[in-house]
């Protein structure tokens, strides 16, 4: 195979000054160039209608409105700003058209806001968007916001359980409900718009989005999107369309963001355009057939061109050829990773179809300004400028924002019982009941009486975090507390409850110790929450060994086991499984953990409550390798296949199962050699220079703005490489791969980042060496000391202890770049023999 390579990781480290995304920047052969036009799409593309048509009225008014508008006015509307970086003030200055909270983020950054709160702040918004006073035409602001499984910003909402489980309940209708449900909630808070749903169909489940696909099947979420799309926006035929308790819906991440090589967030989709259609684009087909008024670019790339910046992909397929007519935003500054942008300059993005940046950090002014003179010069056509304003107006008047008033007065703004609403937990605890898959029941253990004693263990049976997962009242899920979650039920709460109520009696022990003996013990464990980025991982297996030991000595008492598993991705389980009884994917059921116990335990009359109905939607692993999904040809990966799930009239004995994992783990007693005359598999030696344009070095000698680097002798022939810095601007050099490397065994055994370097020129500014694992991942040592200090032209060797890097934020086990070289001042350094070695005496540490 062909070897790929991957950019964008370092241009992602300027752009964000530090550790940033990454993909691919290369341009792969079949790649479609911004210069393809709308007649040359592949004829594998359908054309599309959406039910929602061009109403000439409105267009008209559209029409009247451009005439009027500033072209600063103009950009204010294509610039969406965060809670935390934006004022009122701000918006009514800049004319800014919409406004969003991040994961994490809250009115007056408080966790806690109420209801109140919520609408009060989308209140102060309205009115300083719609201000006139400054004599501009007055747009109302719409706000958009992360209600990826619910309200999930918002104190006491109903949080369903994640796509991967909703995928295995195999009910689009369900779908529709949930929507509609999440809709309400919302609308209560103020907020008209949602960046939901996402149409990933993952490929490699190392990647930390996983959950949030519902299938590896493309027809599942081709089944899902339209629904879920009708619940939020509301029937296209109907009157409450876009208005009442529905929201404005987005479908993302467009396009292929679950297809990148090796599960690499934000990474590259290398693939045929064929394949793009059959697999990735399916979701956004029924959810343009639904009338979904906004689709988010994806931070990823395809074949090495990144979403954000692909004419061909935004323009010519998605408007004209698939017929989308509403308006496309971007994601969390993600124009800045298109080659030559930064985050606050990106006309190339606007040329390329995107409407409006979704820009959260403090640079966003300065991405306004840049905007307008770039509208002004003509670099942004007229033409373009009016396409993408005309967009979004025509979205906010589809949506009743001009006649709406201010979110305080909307129908069903502030309404408090509709956060939490119990027909809504309802259809929250049957989700969580259709998604539970029952892989093993051996001897027929479950269903459960529920006059037992009951032993309920594990670290997840009481932890309504842990069960919810990530985009849980914070961004990654992570420091909650079950107080944070009023009117929610934890896994082992619907098991009290069940148990009690017939009489039979329930411990909670996280150890599971216990004063007397339990008839069963039911233990609930698995992954911890997690969200983009920071969920990616290096392979399959589940790392649990406290678990396992627990599950181990509780079987040892001769206590049947029931094991439930809390996971977003399927996972390398076999020990567990092996020692299990009954072992369930519970998957991350959100804040209705009572629907587990509906299934376990039979009713009191010995019936059988409700059945496992779950099937997996994605194979599960019989080993810890990665499983790159390609239809057709996971079943001999398998342990369980796709479509597999007992149910209770099922008399199935598994086996016992390989404990085998497939993984190979160094001792870290060799030296990984990095670069060594050459760049070493799987890296390759990459730049990005000042302007941010990333380059493949291939050649003995390349040239880029502020950086150029030469193939020189040191021992033989062209075996080091020179790198010079001009002091133009930030620039990186290093060696990267878009597959990991797993260093951990290094990380114990005194391991170090070794290089020889001689310095020709000595540092005029800060010089940070790095090793990157991924978004907010990776860490940075400064070695401008060690260069300023080395005596001119003679070779010297660095030694950095890996420890330091580790402690910094890089992931040993994850690592895509273990060397790189940053600085935006004047810089000449050679390299030679770049490597990771064990029981090295570093002279770079963080004692």
Known sequence: MKKRILLGVISGLIAGGGLAGCGEQKMAEGAKTEDTNAASVNAAWPQLSSPITKDPAIEARIDELLARMTVEEKVGQMVQVEIRTATPEDVKQYHIGSILNGGGSFPNDNK???????????????????????????????????????????????????????????????????????????????????????????????????????????????????????????????????????????????????????????????????????????????????????????????????????????????????????FVVGDWAGHQFVNGCSTDSCPQAINAGLDMFMAPDPSWKALFANTVAQAKSGEISAERLDDAVRRILRVKMRSGLFEAGLPSERANAGDESLIGAPAHRAIARQAVRESLVLLKNNDGLLPLARDQRVLVAGDGADNIGKQSGGW???????????????????????????????????????????????????????????????????????????????????????????????????????????????????????????????????????????????????????????????????????QFSYGYGLGYEDNVQVAVLSEESGLIESDGNEALAVFNGRAMDPWSLQVTDAGNNQSV????????????????????????????????????????????????????????????????SAPSDAVSLGMYCGQDCGAEQSITDVLQSAAPGEWKTVTVDLQCLAAGGAKMDMVLSPFYVRTAGSLDVTVHDIRIASKADADINCG
């Not at 599960?263 to 684009?281: N, P, Q, T, Y």
């Not at 291939?698 to 880029?704: A, G, H, I, K, Y």
């Not at 022939?717 to 791969?737: H, P, V, Y």
Request: charged share 20%.
């Open 112 to 326: 806690h806001a109420t209801v109140a709160d919520w609408v009060a702040l989308a209140d102060e918004y309205y009115k300083a968007s719609v201000d006139t006073s400054d004599g501009g035409v007055g747009i109302p602001m719409i706000w958009g916001t992360d209600a990826v499984h619910g309200h999930n910003n918002v104190i006491g909402a109903t949080l369903f359980p994640h796509n991967i489980a909703l995928g295995a309940t195999q009910n689009p209708e369900l779908m529709r409900q949930i929507g509609a449900a999440t809709a309400a909630e919302v609308r209560a808070t103020g907020i008209d718009w949602i960046f939901a749903p996402t149409l990933a169909v993952v490929r490699d489940d190392r990647w930390g989005r996983t959950y949030e696909s519902y299938a590896e099947d493309p027809q599942v979420v081709y089944n899902y999107a339209g629904k879920l799309v009708e619940g939020l926006q509301g029937s296209a035929d109907t009157e409450e369309r876009l208005q009442g308790k529905h929201v404005i819906g987005t479908a993302k991440h467009w396009l292929a963001d679950g297809g990148t090589e090796n599960g690499i967030d934000r990474g590259d989709a290398v693939m045929s355009e064929e394949e793009l259609v059959k697999i990735h684009a399916q979701g956004y087909f029924s959810a343009i057939e639904a009338g979904v008024q906004s689709v988010m670019a994806s931070f990823s790339s395809w074949n090495g061109e990144k979403m954000h910046g692909h004419k061909y992909l935004m323009t010519d397929v998605l408007k004209d050829r698939l017929g989308f007519d509403g």
């Open 697 to 760: 070095i291939s050649s003995s000698v390349t040239r880029l703005q502020g950086i150029s680097v030469q193939s020189v002798d040191r021992k033989v022939q062209e075996d080091s490489r020179r790198l010079r810095w001009t002091g133009e601007g930030n620039a990186i050099a290093g060696f990267f791969a878009n597959s990991r490397t797993d260093l951990s065994a290094y990380l114990g055994n005194q391991g170090a980042l070794m290089f020889d370097v001689k310095v020709d």
């Open 472 to 638: 849980s009242i914070t961004w990654q899920g992570t420091g909650n507390q079950n107080s944070d979650f009023p009117g929610a039920t934890s896994v082992f709460g619907g098991i009290a409850e069940v148990v009690e109520s017939a009489g039979g009696t329930v411990e909670l022990s996280v150890d599971g110790n216990f004063e007397q003996k339990p008839d069963v013990a039911i233990v609930v464990f698995g992954e911890d929450p997690y969200a983009e980025m920071q969920g990616d991982i290096a392979n399959l297996d589940y790392n649990g060994d406290a678990d396992l030991a627990l599950l181990q000595r509780l079987k040892a008492q001769g206590i049947p086991v029931v094991s439930l598993f809390i996971t977003g991705r399927p996972l390398w389980t076999n020990p567990e499984i092996n020692a299990s009884d009954a072992f369930a994917v519970i998957w991350q059921p959100g804040t209705e953990g009572g629907g587990v116990a509906d299934v376990l335990f039979r009713k009191v009359s010995g019936e059988v409550n409700h059945d496992f109905t779950g099937k997996l939607t994605f194979s599960w692993p019989n080993d810890a390798q990665p499983i790159v999904r390609n239809p057709g040809e996971n079943e001999a990966l398998a």
